[in-house]
């Protein structure tokens, strides 16, 4: 066997493997022998067939594996051979692989990258106070009542903060919206609905809620809003201003509960100190989670910026398609429309290679940082990762166990990513921190 290591990059390399005619003899020899053993012909006993009328009667059978074979020996000589950190098998190509001739075969992998690990124990990172103000503990329990606020009907002008049950239909350019989207009828003609007045979360249309204050039941008014340049859900109203008729039908205002006895046992607390101090609680972890996760951000973007080296296109490719599919998912379940997609494609790909590009550098240096530091991954991390799993997607545990199980690929990249979560989580342990002091508004 001659191996010839040609270097395509400093991440991707290309191997020549040639064998010479008695190897590729061999390995022919070895695959006829192995399924004359397992064949059963008719007239002779098990593994007793002549080899002539196995092959020949199992011609494409022995091809297949004879040549799946020949570049099995070719992979693993080079591997013996060239000693390479192989990430990704980018190529293979066997070329003529016959019995009673030699074999080259040209097999192309990205390799991991060498670099020397920047100083990662120590850096820098920021976080927020824990502390919340009387303010912010007031406010939690003001949206506890409005949790469980009642509305009643009002007769009087519509005020912020009331719901309006209202009819209405939108026209631009004096042609029927409901015509220019007909399966989108929410955004043409709806004969009820409701709107928070001057809420803080927008109704379906674009301000809307900021033109009904001063309304009553019965009255009609003609309103124009504006969509959003950006408007995905109906790309022809992107940018353009609509006429609304609306009718008013109720008014109703909110009925915020008392802060007496039931409010507090509906809320799990004895009095109203005792609810301020379980909401101040809640919000100091709600600080501390925000707070870990800020920093996970910090040490890897620091990390990132500390070292440079070649990335391995293959595994950019994979990142840039996860990237794609995370990104399309999450907006199909906003509603964008799949000709969105199609539209914005160029610039989707060119921001989701970035993005990948960046992770994969970071995984590349947490791997490192994980070898380096001997961390690894033991059964209650396995474990633990199946228990959040199984709550995330409502799955039995059983399940999710036996699919790790029989698939070798999925195991290791739950591993994987378990590892690279545990060199984050270690390199935060080890950062420096400091608390930023909020500024006075």
């Known amino acids: 066997m001659n191996i010839q290591l040609n270097s395509v990059s400093d991440t ?103 670099f020397k690990l920047p100083e990662y124990a120590g850096l820098p990172t920021e976080v927020a106070s824990t502390d919340s103000s009387d303010a912010e503990v007031d406010q939690v329990i003001e949206g506890l009542r409005a949790e469980r606020a009642e509305f009643k009907v009002a007769d009087r002008p519509a005020a912020k903060g009331d719901y309006v049950k209202l009819s209405y239909e939108g026209s631009v350019d004096g042609k029927a919206i409901a015509e220019l989207a007909p399966d989108k009828g929410i955004y043409g003609k709806v004969p009820q609905t409701w ?35 950006d408007f995905a859900a109906i790309p022809a109203l992107a940018g353009k201003a609509a006429t609304y008729a609306v009718e008013v039908l109720e008014v109703r205002e909110r009925a915020l509960p008392p802060l007496d006895e039931a409010f ?53 490719e994979n990142e840039t398609q996860s990237v794609l599919r995370q990104f399309i998912e999450e907006n199909m379940r906003r509603g964008v429309p799949q000709e969105q997609f199609e539209k914005d494609k160029k610039e989707l790909f060119e921001n989701a290679r970035k993005a990948a590009m960046k992770r994969v550098k970071v995984q590349l240096v947490l791997a490192k940082i994980a070898e380096a530091e001997k961390i690894s991954v033991d059964e209650k991390d396995i474990d633990a990762f199946v228990y959040r799993e ?51 508004s």
């Open 195 to 229: 709107e928070e007045v001057e809420g803080a979360h927008e109704g379906v249309i674009p301000g809307l809620g900021k033109q009904l204050a001063g309304l009553k039941a019965g009255e009609k008014k003609s309103v124009t809003v504006t969509f959003p340049a």
């Open 12 to 114: 991707r390399k290309s191997l020549v493997v040639s064998l010479d005619k008695g190897e590729v003899d061999a390995e022919h020899q070895a695959v006829v022998a192995e399924i004359t053993q397992q064949v059963r012909l008719p007239g002779f006993r098990p593994g007793k067939a002549p080899a002539a009328m196995v092959a020949k009667r199992f011609g494409k059978e022995i091809a297949e594996e004879f040549k799946q074979k020949v570049v099995s020996k070719a992979y693993r000589g080079a591997m013996d051979e060239k000693k390479l950190d192989v990430l990704n098998i980018v190529n293979v190509e066997p070329g003529q692989v016959e019995p009673g001739l030699s074999a080259a075969i040209t097999i192309t992998v990205d390799v991991r990258p060498e």
């Open 264 to 316: 507090f046992k509906a809320n799990r607390a004895e009095n109203l100190d005792a609810l301020k101090a379980s909401v101040r609680n809640n919000l100091k972890l709600q600080k501390e989670y925000q707070n870990r996760s800020e920093q996970r951000r910090q040490v890897t973007e620091a990390l990132a910026s500390k070292v440079e080296f070649q990335v391995p296109e293959s595994l950019v």
């Open 390 to 440: 199984a709550m995330r997607t409502q799955q039995k545990p059983d399940k999710l166990v036996k699919a790790l199980t029989t698939d070798r690929e999925q195991l290791r990249a739950v591993q994987q990513s378990i590892i690279f979560d545990k060199a984050v989580d270690f390199l935060v342990s080890k950062a420096k921190v400091s608390t930023i002091t909020p500024k006075a």
